[in-house]
């Protein structure tokens, strides 16, 4: 055995010209290895495989307990809510509007992702509904209003229909009275400004238009007195009336205030206002000029009556007249002078050089406005209630105490006397204290209490001379009933 050679498997290193070269003993590995390092090396080992055994059962313990927390999930249960959601809209909360929403399914099994998604389909919703709510009111106000345009020109024959409608039309009403009241203020300055006729008849065409629609559908009011009787605030203006006989409506002043000793809702009949440069004589009667004075006459010619207007009642039942008259002298009237003409007992006829107001046919007395001669000194034409009166005067029995008288003419000269009107009470002379304190004047008043009457009312311009002589045109007048 000792004969035996170790057999290696390790190459030899070679030379050129050495050839092999003898193999070099490698050092025992063990032997040079440091043992602390060596025994480091095996703890880390250790370490690495535990660090790596603890990461594999933290991750295992996380997928257990994930798994049990999605089986929890999965098998709890699903809970319904319903919430009423009530618009924050006043015009929807008014008419009682609620917008619900009911069954919102929220299962939790889905987790919070789940929740959330619903809670925003449910804002969703809200937003939506609530547009649609908004859309449908304003919808809804388009036709209320389209009902409400509908209603003002058709009465329904119903109650409720009935009580919506007029208070519409009491709206309309109202408001056509302020236009009313606005025309009856620009008539009142009309003479200051000449522009302001032509605005209150722009107005009225609006007015006119206004009173057809608010009329068409309820009942006009006959008279001022039912006006004042159905609306006691209403103030005096004109008003479309109904005439009870008939006919077409017509535009009728009302005043609303105390007239003659008397409460409102009187109907004016008549009216002439000469100071007003829009407005001209009545049909008949002469245009005299003079100072800025304008009045109407009698036509030139000879005594008589021959300057007259009616005025209708228009089928009003009426128990009182109230009215004034403002006249003028011209030249030399003598009253009610019984030496001038075979009229003076003559209802009829030239009994006053003045105004005669009657009523009906045949005529019966209202109120006589006579002329006299004369306000300062004696003359046998002087009014029968100056002192001393005219020796000619003699006052008719169907007169009585109804009547006024007034000169104009302070010294009996000249033709015309515009500076001091007849029948007011102004400008008085020496002779006629007692004429001009007649109970009042200017305003004339019959009451014929119980008995009522649908008489027109008719004026009279009367001379029992040719109208170069005398004559006593007017430049005023207005006469109510009620």
């Known amino acids: 055995m000792d004969d035996t050679y170790e057999v290696t498997t390790e190459l030899q290193d070679y030379d050129d010209k050495k050839g092999f070269l003898p193999i070099k003993p490698y050092p025992d590995a063990t032997a040079q290895q440091n043992p602390a390092a060596y025994i480091l090396g095996r703890i880390g080992i250790c370490l690495v495989v535990i660090i790596v055994l603890v990461l594999l059962l933290i991750f295992l313990m996380l997928g257990i307990i994930l798994g049990i927390t999605m089986v929890t999930l999965i098998q709890l249960p699903t809970c319904n809510t319903s919430a009423t959601v009530v618009s924050p809209y006043d015009t929807a909360t008014a008419i009682g509007s609620n917008y619900t929403m009911a069954n919102v399914s929220c299962n939790t099994g889905y ?198 207007i009616q005025f209708p009642s228009n089928g009003i039942s009426y128990s009182q007249i109230c009215g004034r008259v403002t006249g003028y002298q011209y030249n030399s009237p003598d009253a009610v002078s019984i030496h001038n003409g075979p009229n003076h007992n003559n209802l009829n006829a030239d009994y006053v050089d003045g105004v005669s107001i009657t009523r009906g046919s045949p005529r019966q007395h209202v109120w006589t406005l006579i002329a006299g001669i004369t306000d300062n000194g004696y003359n046998d034409n002087n009014c029968p209630c100056a002192s001393p009166p005219g020796s000619n005067q003699q006052l008719q029995s169907f007169v009585g105490n109804n009547y006024f008288c007034e000169s104009g003419n302070p010294g009996h000269s000249g033709l015309f006397y515009p500076s001091d009107p007849l029948w007011d009470g102004q400008g008085c002379g020496s002779n006629e204290g007692t004429c001009c304190a007649a109970s009042g004047l200017p305003w004339f008043h019959r009451d014929y209490g119980a008995n009522t009457t649908y008489d027109y009312i008719e004026l009279r311009i009367c001379g029992d001379e040719n109208t170069a002589n005398e004559d006593t045109p007017v430049g005023f007048y207005e006469i109510y009933v009620k």
Request: glycine content about 10%.
């Open 111 to 308: 987790g919070s992702l789940m929740v959330i998604n619903k809670t925003e389909q449910l804002q969703e919703q809200v937003a939506l509904n609530d547009a649609k709510m908004r859309a449908e009111i304003q919808l809804l106000q388009t036709k209320m209003n389209e009902i409400l345009n509908k209603t003002t020109i058709s009465i329904a024959n119903d109650n409720d229909q009935r009580n919506l409608t007029e208070t519409i039309l009491k709206t309309t009403g109202d408001s056509v009275q302020m236009l009313m009241n606005i025309v009856n203020t620009l008539s009142n300055v009309k003479d200051t400004c000449s522009a302001a006729s032509g605005v209150a008849d722009s107005i009225l065409l609006v007015v006119e238009e206004l009173l057809v629609l608010h009329n068409d559908s309820t009942a006009l009011p006959s008279s001022c007195a039912e006006i004042k009787s159905q609306q006691p605030n209403s103030p005096s203006g004109v008003y479309l009336t109904a005439p009870p006989t008939g006919g077409a409506p017509i535009y009728t002043y009302c005043h609303m205030g105390q007239l003659c000793g008397s409460g409102g809702g009187w109907t004016r009949l008549a009216y002439l206002d000469m100071s007003d440069a829009t407005q001209n004589c009545p049909s008949g009667f002469r245009l005299y000029q003079s100072g800025g004075v304008r009045a109407c006459g009698r036509p030139s010619g000879g005594a008589g009556c021959t300057a007259s």
